[in-house]
Structures are given as structure tokens and as C-alpha cells.
């Protein structure tokens, strides 16, 4: 492939001159540049791919006594929890003598994830959705590895519900909701995707993202950008349909009029519910950016995310059908929805999921994810958005 460098040697072990290429080629925002660097800088390292709780509770410890000046504190019921294909995730309880035990939850970065993030960049969207949506509350955040041998982030912890009792699948694809709770759930779900892409960001700190301009192609030149470059840097095979997808999301990439925040992964599977059927809080916020909120539409409504309902409609992320959703969207957030935009982003969407599967069997084969079995199950999504792709562009 033309634009396909085959050495797989570079990509195992890539050199400072490969690295330097690959950051000149696809220019990114500049935060995921460093976290994408950092991850090809760290590749051939050897430590083993998860952290020793032996090693991690005293370390928390002492970080959070330095954090708030407070010697007295302590940590218990330390535990890892399942899940979680891009980050680690941790509970504990914080006991201090001077105030009520607060359960909260630790995400730290894996040495290699499925999703290269920002841990700052997911703390800013958190605070600055504060009042606009329900998320956790964000006590610290640490972007420098020093304090904990990798970057992490520390939020309230939130009890509810995140997947049905028999309607689960993993990553959260074609999960179901029995009727009530469907009814219950869908129009929330439409209102706060309205509430997402209704923030003035630009009253907001957002510092770690970079702003694109108004009526301009940054923001998707952007994105495309980092899509390729996970591509390239993860692959380990060319593949001409990915070839052409990019090709062709460059000649025809539209450009956004006003940006919004993008949550990026918005879906059933990524928010959490009461048992009353209240969402208390929208989750996973590391893809977040700055875009056209036609994205989210498009990733809403794939068919890979959906479920048919007891008749066998197809239900958008198993909860209404998709033109119901964009008629209610419409509604909600006063944002028209313009299909040939639509189109664009479901080509976009497929190929964003090509790339997190090649990324998935890269980390893999590395052996360094806790979640060996999970990478390889997102690695075989990959040939189902490589079909997907090919009807699109036909």
C-alpha cells in the first residue's frame, strides 16, 4: 500500500527517526501527541503489565497524604475492578479521622491501552461538565508517572448499574434493556447527549485541548489525524480498504461550523443508572474532543452498538430507533441534522473502530493489558467495521 510503511520490526521497536516521521506525517492535538509518543518511546519496555497491589497501596498512600498535608489518613478495601479495556480501575475507601469515610476510584493508563488518552484532558471535561451532565467528581489528577509509575486520575466513586442483569455483552455491544427500563432510560439519554454538545467549552478550562477554528477543517483534520496514526503505529498488516477509508474521509471531510465538545464514545455501556431508572452518571470521557457534533450521532447510531427490540427493530444502542433519536435530538439541543454529514461520520466511525482493533491485537501480542482475552475479542470487531467500510464506500 502506497501509504503503508511494512517494516514490523519499526512498529515493535520503533526508532527516534521512525517516531519523529510518524509525529511530522499526522499532525495531532498536542497532548495526544505526548501520550502517543510516550506509548511508542515505552513500547519495548519489559515490566510486566499491570501494577502489584503490594507495590501500588503504599505508594497511593503516601501520594494522597502529600496531597492534602493530612498524615493521618489512611486507605482500605484497596481493589481492582473487571473491565475497563483501556484503563485500569481501581476502589478504595479514604479514612481521615477528621471527616466521613469517602469511597472513590482510581483510573490509571496501563504500560500499552486499547485508546492512548490524557488523564488531564479527562479530569477538565469531568469538572467542566459539572451541573451540565451527571459524571463523578474529580478529587486529583496526576499527568506526571512519578507518584505512581503511570498517570492516573482520582473521582468519586458512583454506585449503579452499568449493564442490565442478561442483557450485558462485553464492551457494551448489542446490549439489551427489558421495555420498562428501556422507556425509562431512552429520552435521558437523548436529553444528555444534547446537554454534552449545548456546553459553552469556551467559558470552561479546557487547557490540554487544542481549540480548533470556527468554519474551518482543524478539528476533523485533527481527528483524522490521530486515527491514522494509531493506524500506522499499531497495524501489523496493510489493509486496502483502510487505505481507501482514509483516503476518502480526507477528499470529502466537511468543515465544522461550531465546534462542540464530541464526547467520542457515547453509548449504552458507557453510562451508569439507579435502580428507579435514573441516570446518575455519564462515564468514559478519554476520547472527548473538540468537533461537529455529527460524530456522536453517527457512532450512536452503529449498527455494531445496537440491539432489535422485541419485534425485531433495530434499537440505537438498544434503546429507540435511530431516526426517533435524531427527531428527539433535534428537538433537545436545536442542532439540525444534515445526512450527507451523517454519512461522513459513520464512514469515520468504522474506520476509528479499524484502528482500535488493530491496536487492540498489538497490545496483545505485547503482553501488556490485563485483558489479553478482551483485546483479542475487540481485534475480531475490526473485520466486521472493515465490512462495514466496504459497503459504505461502495
Not at 515505552?42 to 501500588?56: I, K
Not at 470552561?204 to 489525524?225: K, V
Not at 501488556?368 to 478482551?374: N, Y
Request: hydrophobic residues 40%; charged residues 25%; aromatic residues 8%.
Amino acid at each position: 500500500m502506497r501509504h503503508y510503511t511494512p517494516t514490523l520490526g519499526q512498529r515493535a521497536r520503533p526508532t527516534p527517526d521512525w517516531i519523529a516521521g510518524i509525529r511530522a506525517r499526522f499532525p495531532v492535538e498536542r497532548a495526544l501527541d505526548a501520550v502517543l509518543t510516550r506509548k511508542l518511546v515505552e513500547r519495548a519496555d519489559p515490566r510486566e503489565q499491570s501494577m502489584d497491589f503490594s507495590r501500588l497501596e503504599p505508594r497511593l498512600l503516601a501520594y494522597l497524604r502529600g496531597a492534602t498535608g493530612d498524615a493521618r489518613l489512611s486507605i482500605a478495601n484497596l481493589k481492582r475492578l473487571t473491565g475497563g479495556a483501556s484503563k485500569e480501575q481501581f476502589t478504595f475507601d479514604l479514612r481521615c479521622p477528621a471527616a466521613a469515610d469517602k469511597r472513590l476510584m482510581l483510573r490509571m493508563d496501563p504500560l500499552e491501552s486499547v485508546v492512548e488518552t490524557h488523564r488531564l484532558r479527562e479530569a477538565q471535561i469531568l469538572r467542566a461538565m459539572q451541573g451540565t451532565v451527571p459524571v463523578p467528581e474529580v478529587h486529583w489528577v496526576e499527568a506526571d508517572p512519578a507518584a505512581l509509575g503511570r498517570p492516573f486520575l482520582i473521582a468519586g466513586f458512583l454506585e449503579g448499574i452499568v449493564q442490565p442483569e442478561g442483557g450485558g455483552r462485553v464492551t457494551g455491544l448489542g446490549m439489551s434493556f427489558e421495555p420498562g427500563l428501556r422507556a425509562q432510560l431512552r429520552d435521558q439519554f437523548v436529553q444528555h447527549l444534547a446537554g454534552i454538545h449545548r456546553l459553552d467549552w469556551r467559558r470552561c478550562d479546557l487547557s490540554s485541548y487544542d481549540a480548533p477554528g470556527s468554519g474551518t477543517m482543524e478539528a476533523n483534520r485533527w481527528s483524522l489525524g490521530l486515527w491514522e496514526r494509531i493506524w500506522h503505529e499499531d497495524t501489523v498488516q496493510a489493509h486496502p480498504v483502510i487505505e481507501y477509508a482514509a483516503s476518502w474521509l480526507k477528499a470529502n471531510m466537511p468543515a465544522v461550523a461550531e465546534p462542540v465538545v464530541v464526547h467520542g464514545d457515547y453509548r449504552s455501556g458507557n453510562f451508569m443508572y439507579t435502580p428507579d431508572g435514573r441516570i446518575n452518571a455519564i462515564l468514559d470521557w478519554e476520547l472527548c474532543h473538540l468537533g461537529d457534533y455529527h460524530e456522536d450521532l453517527a457512532y450512536v447510531g452503529c449498527k455494531l452498538l445496537g440491539c432489535p427490540d422485541e419485534r425485531g427493530e433495530l434499537l440505537a444502542c438498544g434503546l429507540l430507533p435511530f431516526e426517533e433519536l435524531l427527531a428527539r435530538y433535534e428537538e433537545l439541543s436545536g442542532n439540525p441534522v444534515d445526512r450527507a454529514r451523517l454519512h461522513y461520520y459513520d464512514v469515520f466511525t468504522h474506520y476509528k473502530m479499524a484502528s482500535i482493533a488493530a491496536t487492540s491485537l498489538r497490545v496483545a501480542h505485547g503482553r501488556k493489558t490485563h485483558l489479553d482475552a478482551m483485546m483479542n475479542l475487540i481485534g475480531g470487531i475490526g473485520a466486521i467495521a472493515v465490512a462495514v467500510l466496504t459497503d459504505l464506500l461502495a
